[in-house]
């Protein structure tokens, strides 16, 4: 291997590491505030990557449907939830139920967006709130349920969102319009301007991400929540809505994930679910609570990932995967057991 090729690779592995950085902040993000393992995480990178996709070809997606049908089913459930005397935030309520999946509606089925940034923009309104009715409906009547019952749900959560990818996008792959189509030679080095676009932005989330937790209040309550659940509801802070927020968070990630990566490789329904497992990689290298080593992680992972597959190619998902297996040993003898929170 001479020297263009290994920064060849490391480009690669880079481009690679800043998606993986998003699924890792985004798995860290749900855990630390719900306990919730989020396999489907990488789901919406697949949903968002085929809508847009199925936007730019002219047809309406399926994942439209998806976002009415649990829109309409969580307000069922809440209605039932006020019938039997329970605290019901209407407004939170009001806001991913019916005023996000009707103004998707109308932007999809009405003033259809034709530039790439407006499909961009229709497909995070229609990916962003699934991540909040999803965990009205299948994680938070188990709030108080083991990790490893949530970490159950989850898995058969992800069965059946790749399903609905299925049954939704079929099965061919896609790819989207690039959003820059620049091309630079840096010292004999071909860069292509999408993946500047994938770097910069992947990094410009991560900055609005630090911001937000440790300049804005709602931030702020949201660190309260990962540190102590209890002592944040003593103190006033409605966990429920911060389970809401961390899900908005993770499913608009996913989304803005997925609109880097569909016009570098060709996206499947069921593609998102090895993002998501290097994600998650990364993240249990954080230790699913610490954000620096989660995106550390996720850089070494890419980077391991772009040169395997030059040295060999047939074992580099073995080899990513293999990767967990020490750090798991290591934090098994260099951590102590924590009860679960009641």
């Known amino acids: 291997m001479d020297g263009q090729i290994a920064l060849l690779l490391g480009q690669d592995g880079i481009v690679n590491g800043a998606i993986y950085a998003l699924m890792a902040l985004a798995l860290v993000l749900v855990f630390s505030v719900t306990r919730v393992i989020f396999i489907p995480q990488g789901e919406f990178v697949a949903y968002g990557a085929l809508t847009m996709a199925t936007l730019q070809s002219g047809r309406v997606p399926g994942t439209l449907w998806l976002l009415l049908a649990l829109a309409l089913l969580t307000l069922v459930v809440e209605a039932l939830r006020h019938q039997r005397g329970i605290a019901v935030d209407w407004t939170s309520t009001a806001l991913w139920a019916i005023g996000l999946p009707c103004l998707a509606a109308v932007v999809v089925l009405g003033a259809v967006p034709t530039s790439i940034l407006g499909r961009a923009s229709a497909t995070l309104l229609l990916i962003t709130p699934l991540g909040p009715l999803v965990y009205r409906l299948a994680f938070r009547p188990l709030a108080d349920a083991t990790v490893l019952t949530l970490l159950i749900v989850s898995v058969a959560l992800h069965g059946v969102l790749v399903g609905l990818g299925l049954l939704f996008f079929g099965a061919e792959g896609s790819r989207t319009t690039a959003f820059s189509d620049l091309r630079l030679d840096l010292g004999g080095i071909p860069v292509s301007g999408q ?148």
């Not at 770097?199 to 937790?213: E, H, T």
């Not at 391991?304 to 934090?331: H, M």
Request: aromatic share 10%.
């Open 195 to 342: 993946s500047l676009v994938v770097v910069g932005i992947a990094s410009l989330l991560v900055i609005l991400m630090f911001v937000f937790f440790e300049r804005t209040i709602v931030g702020k309550a949201l660190r309260a929540t990962a540190m102590n659940r209890v002592g944040a509801r003593l103190m006033g802070i409605p966990t429920e809505l911060s389970g809401d927020l961390s899900f908005a968070l993770a499913s608009i990630v996913g989304a803005v994930s997925g609109l880097l990566i569909a016009p570098l490789t060709t996206i499947y329904y069921d593609t998102g679910f090895l993002i998501g497992l290097k994600g998650f990689v990364a993240a249990i290298i954080g230790g699913l609570t610490s954000y620096p080593l989660a995106l550390a992680g996720a850089v070494l992972v890419g980077l391991l990932e772009s040169f395997s597959s030059f040295w060999a190619s047939a074992f580099k998902e073995v080899i990513v995967f293999t990767l967990i297996i020490p750090v798991l040993l290591w934090r098994s003898l260099n951590s102590r057991h924590v009860e679960d929170e009641e």
